[in-house]
T-cell receptor
Framework: EAQVTQNPRYLITVTGKKLTVTCSQN?????MSWYRQDPGLGLRQIYY???????DKGDVPEGYKVSRKEKRNFPLILESPSPNQTSLYFC?????????????FGPGTRLTVT | KQEVTQIPAALSVPEGENLVLNCSFT??????LQWFRQDPGKGLTSLLL?????REQTSGRLNASLDKSSGRSTLYIAASQPGDSATYLC???????????FGQGTRLTINP
């Protein structure tokens, strides 16, 4: 089944403890992104990647890191999480296909930082 | 600033009605516009994608239109059903389509 998977789905952690949220897609998509969703602010892009070893900042990259060492994986790293990073995180992938770059989203990771 | 606005924020209608959800955007240099559905606590499901060269797309009871000159897109839902209850999000992308900018969504409730 074609899908985007994220792990963990739920995570509660403490301020300053490094964490990684994994994202993997099995559709051989070139493009991958991370978004966060917050009440009243909607979905905002954190980082995106156009291919292996090619990443760029989105709208809210502060406090996050990403890497793209393999085409299928795009982990999101929080080196020193803070409470303002409590949010619902989504990974997405897309490909050029017929030129439309339709985006496919993972199920989300709900992160709480205390 | 490249913004996307969805009005209304919430909508409640009886089952069977036809309805229209609105999405407006400030930048006419749009690459594509995508409509998503989000159920509570769940991820986003892509419903329809309209490329900038297209004016509308249809899937079943759903029809989405795009008017770049006025900066508007609409999602038409025919013969609404309780299972259509969800939050509907529109998102537009610029050239390269790497970055989606989302609206805040319309929370739709269909009453049996």
């Amino acid at each position: 089944e074609a899908q985007v998977t994220q792990n963990p789905r739920y995570l509660i952690t403490v301020t300053g403890k490094k964490l990684t949220v994994t994202c993997s897609q099995n559709m051989n998509h070139e493009y991958m992104s991370w978004y966060r969703q917050d009440p009243g602010l909607g979905l905002r892009q954190i980082y995106y990647s156009m291919n292996v070893e090619v990443t760029d900042k989105g709208d809210v990259p502060e406090g996050y890191k990403v890497s793209r060492k393999e085409k299928r994986n795009f982990p999101l790293i929080l080196e020193s999480p803070s409470p303002n990073q409590t949010s619902l995180y989504f990974c997405a992938s897309s490909f050029e296909g017929t030129g439309d770059y339709e985006q496919y989203f993972g199920p989300g990771t709900r992160l709480t930082v205390t | 600033k490249q913004e996307v606005t969805q009005i209304p924020a919430a909508l409640s209608v009886p089952e069977g009605e036809n309805l229209v959800l609105n999405c407006s955007f400030t930048d006419s240099a749009i690459y594509n516009l995508q409509w998503f559905r989000q159920d509570p606590g769940k991820g986003l499901t892509s419903l329809l994608l309209i490329q900038s060269s297209q004016r509308e797309q249809t899937s079943g009871r759903l029809n989405a239109s795009l008017d770049k000159s006025s900066g508007r897109s609409t999602l038409y839902i025919a013969a609404s059903q309780p299972g259509d209850s969800a939050t509907y999000l529109c998102a537009r992308s610029l050239q390269g389509a790497q970055k989606l900018v989302f609206g805040q969504g319309t929370r739709l409730t269909i009453n049996p």
